[in-house]
């Protein structure tokens, strides 16, 4: 419990600078009011004073503001993922070393699954992802399958986000009672999968992956994938060769998260 009221422009002002975030570090006013209900001259008023402070720029061209670098400041203190990627990193190195594949651990992080450690090394097969990356709820085995194993209230706020984002993979979240089957599905075989779109677009269509939750009982606390070249590996011997690895590795994790937070 806070001891004062919220200041209401302020936490308006937050609004907005979250929403021009969440829209791809672009926006107009016009998407900005779409995303967040704001009316749209406070929504104007907040920009400025955004702008004002450094935030965020407005395009001199278009109509469009940008979020600035000295966004980044307002996460520098933020440590969560450095140190579930102290807990994970051990075991995944062990992981890779086992199944000879790469993978990426990440917690859900408002509007992204934020990577916190990956075993992906230098070179021409994969596109390097570094701690830090925010990946794509809805087109990744990461966000879909933390989306799965997470409380229904949680994901139906997610959900509703992405609806207005304009994305191919975020389709589902357009339809509800596609989204109820395709998260039951979910977790009734235990995994997701990668978006076939977002496989094309961000790795050419050649790599494709598996992602577990990392749950102690009931409490989920991050996802963890396998990533594979599908020209080598198709899905189906995938899913018979490292699933089950890929579970073990994850009840591995959520055993030492348990104990950690335990403490």
Same mark, same amino acid.
């Given at each position: ?12 002002c ?7 975030n ?33 935030f ?12 600035t ?16 990627g ?24 408002? /509007? #992204?699954? %934020?990577?916190? +450690?990956?075993?992906?090394? =230098?070179?021409?097969? *994969?596109?390097? &992802?570094? $701690? ?23 994901? /139906? #706020?997610? %959900?509703?986000q +992405?609806?207005?984002?304009? =994305?191919?993979?975020? *389709?589902?979240? &357009?339809? $509800? ?41 009931n ?45």
């Amino acid at each position: 419990m806070t001891s004062y009221r919220p200041v209401a422009a302020a936490v308006r002002c937050l609004d907005v600078l979250m929403a021009t975030n969440r829209l791809r570090g672009r926006a107009t006013v016009g998407e900005i009011h779409r995303h967040t209900g704001i009316d749209k001259s406070t929504i104007v008023r907040m920009l400025e004073t955004l702008a004002h402070a450094g935030f965020v720029v407005r395009d001199e061209e278009t109509p469009v503001y940008e979020v600035t670098g000295k966004s980044l400041l307002l996460s520098s203190g933020y440590d969560r993922h450095r140190a579930v990627g102290t807990i994970v990193s051990p075991i995944m190195t062990e992981f890779r070393t086992a199944i000879g594949w790469p993978s990426d651990a990440a917690i859900f992080d408002q /509007d #992204a699954m %934020l990577l916190v +450690e990956t075993s992906r090394q =230098a070179g021409p097969m *994969l596109v390097n &992802r570094h $701690p830090g990356y925010r990946a794509p709820i809805l087109a990744t085995s990461l966000g879909m399958a933390y989306l799965a194993f997470c409380g229904a209230e949680e994901r /139906d #706020a997610v %959900l509703a986000q +992405e609806a207005e984002i304009d =994305a191919p993979w975020n *389709l589902i979240a &357009r339809n $509800p009672a596609e989204a109820a089957e395709t998260f039951s599905a979910i977790r009734r075989q235990g995994y997701a999968t990668m978006h076939p779109e977002y496989s094309r677009l961000e790795y050419s269509n050649k790599i494709s992956s598996i992602g577990v939750p990392i749950m102690d009982g009931n409490k989920i606390f991050a996802t963890i994938n396998v990533l594979f070249l599908k020209t080598v590996l198709p899905v189906e011997n995938a899913l018979r060769t490292l699933l089950d690895p890929l579970v073990g590795a994850a009840a591995r994790i959520g055993n030492e998260l348990a104990q950690r937070s335990d403490a």
